[in-house]
């Protein structure tokens, strides 16, 4: 198998979706990993990676030919080829993943990640280097456009407003991110929206939304999102907050 020739069509493959998203392809990537690896193992996973900051997955899909996820993700930072590595491992197994970017290949000519020279052997006693690409490139363009049912149920996971926040569940800042992300980009109608956004509220988070929604039958998804940060959050980033309170001079007069 020409290996080199497997990961350029991989390279070429992202680059080509993510051609006209926002953001550009400077801040996403491509991570292929085992069936069964959770949302929450990828990024905790990537974010490892310094270089990355904060990440988050935006699509995942089953490929029946490599028997892995291909795993679509976005981060924070500007990639910089030169300090991404080119796969990564899972703490728990030591299982690499190879880490694909679209920006440039990560690697030198002739040297695509080991963790994938392994993969395509071992696809290879029932599948050739042809149909991979193949295979890889129609899951890519399957991502481009993902059902609204399954893109808006991928998108949430579970909020209840507790603090501290319990395990399993987002924080307030990550979760309004991924469920504006949801109501902005989903095909689904308003309706459904709502009911996506009301099966992952828990707990006091859910209580709000369900008075309000008595109140407003036809509550809009971004009414719902607009009452969960008026009820949980705070207008300014804590960020913000801090740098506010650095700047607090004190006044001519006024007391500690």
Known sequence: ???????????????????GESPEEDHRLLVLVPKGVEIAKVEETLETVKALGRVRVRGRMYNNKLDWLSVLCECREKIDPTKIPSEVKDPTTDISWPVIVAVKCSTPAGDAPNSLRVLLDTAASSSSAESII?????????MEKPSGENSSYRCLRAFSGTLPTPTGKEALEQWLEQAHLMVEESDCSDKEKCQCIMECLKGPALTVV??????EVDITPSKCLDAIESAFGSAESGEDLFFEFRLLQQEKNEKL
């Open 1 to 19: 198998m020409d290996i080199q020739l497997v990961h350029t069509e991989l390279v070429k493959g992202l680059r080509q979706w993510c051609q």
């Open 134 to 142: 193949r295979a890889v490139g129609d899951v890519l363009l399957k």
């Open 210 to 215: 369900k008075a309000i929604q008595t109140a």
